[in-house]
């Protein structure tokens, strides 16, 4: 099994919609939790970062963790077409040295 | 726009090759980590360096390794190359500590033909 689970997608939106990701960890000992956005051709791009569970926004993101089911979800509000993109969550320990990664969903949000 | 720069962008190696990857950190970050991200996969950690030390390494093999220099640009070299190490190769830095606010450069798009 592997440590964190996201599902590749590809997901396609219209403009306007609403999106939601997400991922489940398997180790408890994860205490930091992010999201990144990688544009074709880039390195991923540090969107969200948090390391308790809850809500936490930043204009129209929005992520969110629960760390009793041990899940982790990003919204976007308000989809542009900018934001076709992958998105990978990361989690990281307390203490630790590495990040370990989902395998990315594959957003396209079209006009 | 990113404070991590990466050289190259593109390499083309042959199998049994060696390559060196370099990256130059953003200003006051003394930690950094290299990655492996094969195709339509996640980042994958190799190992992190900081304070010019090697601070944790990902299941990678012994021909993998690494330098971080005083003023904590790194290089990361692999030897003798399989086709299976072709992938984008991603340098993260940042200030050390708990903060997991990584940035990331561009990577290096590495083939082994």
């Known amino acids: 099994q592997k440590e964190v689970e996201q599902d590749p997608g590809p997901l396609s939106v219209p403009e306007g919609a609403i999106v939601s990701l997400n991922c489940t960890y398997s180790?408890?000992?994860?205490?930091?939790f992010m999201w990144y956005r990688q544009y074709s051709r880039k390195g991923p791009e540090l969107l969200m970062y948090t390391y308790s569970s809850g809500n936490k926004e930043d204009g129209r993101f929005t992520a969110q963790v629960d760390k009793s089911s041990k899940y982790i979800s990003l919204f976007i509000r308000d989809s542009q077409p900018s934001d076709s993109a992958t998105y990978l969550c990361?989690?990281?320990?307390?203490?630790?040295?590495?990040?370990?990664f989902g395998t990315g969903t594959q957003l396209k949000v079209e006009l | 726009e990113t404070g991590v720069t990466q050289s190259p962008t593109h390499l083309i190696k042959t199998r049994g090759q060696q390559v060196t990857l370099r990256c130059s950190s953003q200003s006051g970050h003394n930690t950094v980590s290299w990655y492996q991200q094969a195709l339509g996969q996640g980042p994958q950690f190799i190992f992190q360096y900081y304070r010019e030390e090697e601070n944790g390494r990902g299941n990678f093999p012994p021909r993998f390794s690494g330098l971080q220099f005083p003023n904590y640009s790194s290089e990361l070299n692999v030897n003798a190359l399989e086709l299976d190490d072709s992938a984008l190769y991603l340098c993260a830095s940042n200030g050390g500590g708990l903060n997991y606010g990584y940035t990331f450069g561009s990577g290096t798009r590495l083939t082994v033909v």
């Open positions: 180790n408890s000992a994860f205490q930091y």
């Open positions: 990361a989690v990281g320990r307390r203490g630790g040295n590495k990040l370990t």
